[in-house]
C-alpha cells in the first residue's frame, strides 16, 4: 500500500538473507548446521564491563537524554584507548564522535562529505554496509580490487587519474572482512601520500584492530604520521570487548570530518543510553587480560581450521587478523555451488565470496566463532566429501 522510496529501492539487497532463511530450514528439519557464515560474536562480554552496565543502569541520571553527542568521559576514555594502545595523541574534544556501532558512523559518512555524484572508492572484496552509505548519498561507487598477489591490499597504480581527481572518499579495512589480511604502515604511508596528491578523505575501518595473529599487532591508520590530516578511523567496542549488541563504537582523527559526524548525528540522534556509555569507558580503560584471552582463543581456532584443513590438502592461506578464514575455493566451483555443496552435503554454512563484491568470487569465508571442537568437527565433515575432483 505504502511503497517504499526511490531512495530505499536502491540500496543493495541483502545478498546472505536467501541463505540465512536456507540454513533455517536445515535446521527446522533437524540437521545439525554448523554456521561459519555469520559474523556475530561467540562469546560473552567480559563481567566486569556488564557489572558496570547493570550499576550504571540504577543511576537516575542515566535515564534522561545524554547530552548530545555523548559524555565527555567517553570521549577522554577513547581517547586514552588510543595514546596506550597505539602511541597516538587524540583531542578528546575535536577529535573523537561517539556511534552507535561502527555500522552507523561508515553508513553516514558519505552523507556527510559527499554532494549527489561524487565518487567514493571501495575495496572489492568488500564489508557490503559500505554500499549502503554509498547509496544513501546518491554517490558514484568505484571498486578497488583487494587480490591475493598483492596481500589483499588495493594496488593504487591501477587507478586511473580521471577516477582520482573525482574520488573525494576511500574506505579501507585492516584487518579485513572478509580477507583476514593486514596492512602494514608503509602502505597506510603510500594511501596518505595517494590522498594528500588528490585530496581524497581516507576512512580506515579498524572494527579488528584487536585481532592480529602470530604475535603481529594490527596497526591502526592513525599511528603513519599525517593520518589525521588526511581522514579518520572508525573503532567498534564490537568485536574487542564482545560487545555487538551495545551498538557503541566511535570515529577517531580528522576534526573536520568528525565534526561533519557530529552535525548529521545531531539530527537523527541524542546519544547512547548513559549506562552504555559508562560502561563502554570502563571497557576502554580497564583491565585489557579479556582482550589478549580473546586473540589467543580466535588463534587456537583459526590454527585448528587451517591445519586441518591443510592436512586434506587444501591449500588455503592461514588469516593474519579479524575472526574470518578466506578460503579460496577448489577448481570447478563457483563461490556460490561450492557454499551449497557445504551445506546440503555436510550441513555447514559458510558465506560465497561473491557476495562480498565481484573480486571475491573464487572464495568463501569461514568465521572462527564456533568452538575448537565445531570447527574440527567441520573439517571431518569436509574430509568426507570428494570436493578436489568435480
Ligand atoms: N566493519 C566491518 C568490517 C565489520 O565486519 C563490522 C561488523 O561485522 C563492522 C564494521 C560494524 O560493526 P559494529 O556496527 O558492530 O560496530
Given at each position: 500500500q505504502f511503497p517504499p522510496s526511490e531512495l530505499l529501492n536502491s540500496l543493495p539487497k541483502q545478498f546472505f538473507a536467501g541463505l540465512v532463511k536456507k540454513v533455517g530450514e536445515y535446521i527446522a528439519a533437524g540437521h545439525d548446521v554448523i554456521n561459519l557464515g555469520q559474523g556475530n560474536p561467540d562469546q560473552p562480554t567480559p563481567p566486569h564491563i556488564v557489572a558496570k552496565l547493570q550499576e550504571a543502569a540504577a543511576n537516575p541520571l542515566n535515564h534522561k537524554y545524554s547530552p548530545f553527542q555523548g559524555f565527555s568521559y567517553l570521549k577522554q576514555a577513547a581517547a586514552d584507548f588510543y595514546q596506550r594502545e597505539y602511541g597516538v595523541t587524540i583531542d578528546p574534544d575535536k577529535e573523537v564522535a561517539i556511534l552507535f556501532g561502527g555500522k552507523a558512523g561508515l553508513v553516514e559518512i558519505p552523507q556527510c562529505l559527499l554532494n549527489s555524484g561524487d565518487t567514493i572508492l571501495v575495496p572489492d572484496?568488500?564489508?557490503?554496509?559500505y554500499w549502503s552509505g554509498v547509496a544513501l548519498a546518491k554517490a558514484e561507487m568505484v571498486t578497488m580490487p583487494l587480490r591475493e598477489e598483492n596481500g589483499f591490499l588495493p594496488d593504487y597504480q591501477e587507478l586511473d587519474s580521471t577516477v582520482l581527481s573525482k574520488a573525494k572518499l576511500m574506505f579501507l579495512n585492516y584487518p579485513?572482512?572478509?580477507?583476514g589480511a593486514t596492512a602494514s604502515e608503509e602502505f597506510f604511508v603510500e594511501t596518505i601520500n595517494l590522498a594528500r596528491e588528490n585530496d581524497i578523505c581516507i576512512v580506515h575501518d579498524?572494527?579488528?584492530?584487536a585481532i592480529g595473529f602470530d604475535g603481529v599487532k594490527p596497526i591502526s591508520f592513525?599511528?603513519?604520521?599525517?593520518?589525521k590530516e588526511v581522514g579518520i578511523e572508525i573503532y567498534t567496542l564490537s568485536k574487542t570487548y564482545n560487545m555487538a549488541g551495545w551498538r557503541v563504537g566511535f570515529a577517531v582523527g580528522n576534526e573536520s570530518v568528525i565534526s561533519a559526524i557530529e552535525l548529521l548525528q545531531d539530527h537523527l540522534y541524542v546519544s547512547l543510553f548513559g549506562a552504555v556509555q559508562e560502561a563502554a569507558a570502563v571497557a576502554l580503560t580497564g583491565p585489557q587480560d579479556c582482550v589478549n584471552e580473546l586473540n589467543e582463543l580466535y588463534e587456537r581456532r583459526r590454527n585448528v581450521l587451517i591445519t586441518g584443513l591443510h592436512s586434506l590438502g587444501w591449500n588455503v592461506t592461514a588469516p593474519k587478523g579479524s575472526f574470518f578464514a578466506w578460503l579460496k575455493v577448489p577448481?570447478?566451483?563457483?563461490s556460490e555451488e561450492f557454499s551449497t555443496i557445504l551445506l546440503e552435503k555436510a550441513h555447514i554454512m559458510v558465506a560465497p565470496g561473491i557476495g562480498f563484491g565481484e573480486f571475491g568470487e573464487g572464495y568463501v569465508r569461514v568465521g572462527l566463532l564456533s568452538s575448537e571442537d565445531r570447527l574440527a568437527e567441520a573439517v571431518r565433515r569436509i574430509s568426507r566429501l570428494e570436493i578436489f575432483e568435480k
Open positions: 572484496p568488500g564489508y557490503p554496509d579485513n572482512n572478509p580477507t579498524f572494527a579488528y584492530g592513525l599511528q603513519a604520521d599525517g593520518a577448481e570447478g566451483y563457483s
